[in-house]
T-cell receptor, first 116, second 112 residues
Framework: NAGVMQNPRHLVRRRGQEARLRCSPM?????VYWYRQLPEEGLKFMVY????????ESGMPKERFSAEFPKEGPSILRIQQVVRGDSAAYFC??????????????FGSGTQLSVL | DAKTTQPTSMDCAEGRAANLPCNHS???????VYWYRQIHSQGPQYIIH???NNETNEMASLIITEDRKSSTLILPHATLRDTAVYYC?????????????FGEGTQLTVNP
């Protein structure tokens, strides 16, 4: 059973370009969470999605950032017109369902975004 | 989620037990205590979780006090590869999601 898969592992973009980060949850998991970790800082929640629905995007910056989790395919975190401050590690996690506090989140290895 | 308090850093000798404390004095009855760790630049790794009883798995043991206001994560025989930031998280079910809120954690350094 493969774990949470994120790609690319490293992504380099110039200022103003778009960044697309992909996350394939574990098999059987239909809930995806995105976290961001700025250099020398802790993990900050960004967004929580179920298939075709955004459930909680309270941690997402209001502009340039969007996320989706289509019926088919991976979840995508999209950053438009990247700036140097977007340079960070972006982690995706997945879980089976939420109707319990006894549910574990499993994390991927992350995508390191570097903006030149 | 209930707030947790952990020491900023701890050291442990290789082969000895590492005992990482966590205070969660405002925990309520339906909240679980979770422990994750993050080895440098990797994704957080689940270690263990519990509600009120002590728990043990292949990685660690979790000791929760009877009043549930604090807990201790025990790595019985620490190795150099256990050097990481360890996060204690108290988690409640939310109708809008079941996310984890990470604090600052404890930087555990295992020394040879």
């Amino acid at each position: 059973n493969a774990g949470v898969m994120q790609n690319p592992r490293h992504l380099v973009r110039r200022r103003g370009q778009e960044a697309r980060l992909r996350c394939s949850p574990m098999k059987g998991h239909s809930h995806v969470y995105w976290y961001r970790q700025l250099p020398e800082e802790g993990l900050k929640f960004m967004v929580y999605l179920q298939k075709e629905n955004i459930i909680d995007e309270s941690g997402m910056p209001k502009e340039r950032f969007s996320a989706e989790f289509p019926k088919e395919g991976p979840s995508i975190l999209r950053i438009q017109q990247v700036v140097r401050g977007d340079s960070a590690a972006y982690f995706c996690a997945s879980s089976r369902y939420i109707r319990t506090t006894n549910e574990k989140l499993f994390f991927g290895s992350g995508t390191q975004l570097s903006v030149l | 989620d209930a707030k947790t308090t952990q020491p900023t850093s701890m050291d442990c000798a290789e082969g000895r037990a590492a005992n990482l404390p966590c205070n969660h004095s405002t925990i309520s009855g339906n909240e679980y205590v979770y422990w994750y760790r993050q080895i440098h630049s990797q994704g957080p790794q689940y270690i263990i979780h519990g509600l009120k009883n002590n728990e043990t798995n292949e990685m660690a043991s979790l000791i929760i006090t009877e009043d549930r206001k604090s807990s201790t994560l025990i790595l019985p025989h620490a190795t150099l590869r256990d050097t990481a930031v360890y996060y204690c998280i108290v988690r409640v079910f939310e109708t809008s999601g079941s996310r984890l809120t990470f604090g600052e954690g404890t930087q555990l350094t295992v020394n040879p």
